[in-house]
């Protein structure tokens, strides 16, 4: 199995900044690409970024040139940083992994995620 824990969730405003990690552990072997997804209530939940195991990376148009996703292989660890935040920023964030290599953006076909941290961009 494969576990993915968030950290780094909090209250920021508008136009600042945030960084969430995830670390995960079990077996590692099953991971190959990895990304975060966002869920706000009532919506669907919408796959932002995704890093393989070549450092490929792709995002979500809503995101695409303010947030950044990044791998360390050594520590087994996910980031992504997130810039010039905006309310429509506001939502759950959660680590997600799949076993194939794909820079795929359909969340429905990750296997593995985490519980989640809560991100506010509010002033």
């Known amino acids: 199995q494969v576990q993915l824990v968030e950290s780094g969730g909090g209250l920021v405003q508008p136009g600042g900044s945030l960084r969430l990690s995830c670390a995960a552990s079990?077996?590692?072997?099953?991971?190959?690409?990895m990304g975060w997804y966002r869920q706000v209530p009532g919506k669907e939940r919408e796959l932002v970024a995704v890093?393989?195991?070549?450092?490929?990376?792709n995002y979500a148009d809503s995101v695409k040139g303010r947030f950044t996703v990044s791998r360390d292989y050594a520590k087994n660890m996910v980031y992504l940083q997130m810039d010039s935040l905006t309310p429509e920023d506001t939502a759950v964030y959660y680590c997600?992994?799949?076993?194939?290599?794909?820079?795929?953006?359909?969340?429905?076909?990750?296997?593995?995620w985490g519980q989640g941290t809560q991100v506010t961009v509010s002033s």
């Open positions: 997600a992994a799949l076993g194939q290599d794909v820079l795929t953006l359909r969340v429905e076909l990750y296997e593995y």
């Open positions: 890093v393989n195991s070549g450092g490929r990376t």
């Open positions: 079990g077996t590692i072997g099953r991971i190959n690409a």
